[in-house]
T-cell receptor, first 111, second 118 residues
């Protein structure tokens, strides 16, 4: 089965600093990887996905992610974090009919 | 273009009652997925449906849970004889298509239904 892992439960950064949320994957075949964000008491919002092509994927709200095959990673990045980026972030991998999610990383951006 | 709609947003039931959760996919989407988010846990897949067909229900509990996606109307997730352990957020997602094998289509999520069982 396909799976992803998010090694950090929480990430804390100061506003204006770079933000990185880590994700590693374990798949057989080609990985189809996704990032979603969840704000309190809300649904998941799609940020970006990697299917094939360039290893650097650009998404919504200034986020990007870098696919690294040798390290089996798909880390989410933002060059300059905002307080409004504080939320729960999920990495996911497509597994035939479903998405398999990581446990999530809570990001707190302090002013 | 309206997104995925779910209702109700909040649902309170007493133990033993039935819960019905509704999901209307995005316009043009004919594939629906249900996920459950238990407190302090990530999202877990429950079931994948196309119109009038259950394609994959590998994540559904064997008893008390059922899902349907009729030709007309929303998809319904039904939980019979609810227990406290059913308290969770239930999310519906939709996608435009799935070809054979692994789909690369993005799943778009609704706002969820938060079920509380007293």
């Amino acid at each position: 089965a396909q799976s992803v892992a998010q090694p950090e439960d929480q990430v804390n950064v100061a506003e204006g600093n770079p933000l990185t949320v880590k994700c590693t994957y374990s798949v057989s075949g080609n990985p189809y990887l996704f990032w979603y964000v969840q704000y309190p008491n809300r649904g998941l919002q799609f940020l970006l996905k990697y299917i094939t092509g360039d290893n650097l994927v650009k998404g919504s709200y200034g986020f990007e992610a870098e696919f690294n095959k040798s390290q089996t990673s798909f880390h989410l990045k933002k060059p300059s974090a905002l307080v409004s980026d504080s939320a729960l972030y999920f990495c996911a991998v497509r597994d035939v009919n479903k998405l398999s999610f990581g446990a999530g990383t809570t990001v707190t951006v302090r002013a | 273009n309206a997104g995925v709609m779910q209702n109700p947003r909040h649902l309170v039931r007493r133990r033993g009652q039935e819960a019905r959760l509704r999901c209307s996919p995005m316009k043009g989407h004919s594939h629906v997925y249900w996920y459950r988010q238990l407190p302090e846990e990530g999202l877990k897949f429950m079931v994948y449906l196309q119109k009038e067909n259950i394609i994959d229900e590998s994540g559904m509990p064997k008893e008390r849970f059922s899902a349907e996606f009729p030709k007309e109307g929303p998809s319904i997730l039904r939980i019979q004889q609810v227990v406290r352990g059913d308290s969770a957020a239930y999310f519906c997602a939709s996608s435009p298509r799935t070809s054979g094998g692994v789909s690369t289509d993005t799943q778009y999520f609704g706002p969820g239904t938060r079920l509380t069982v007293l």
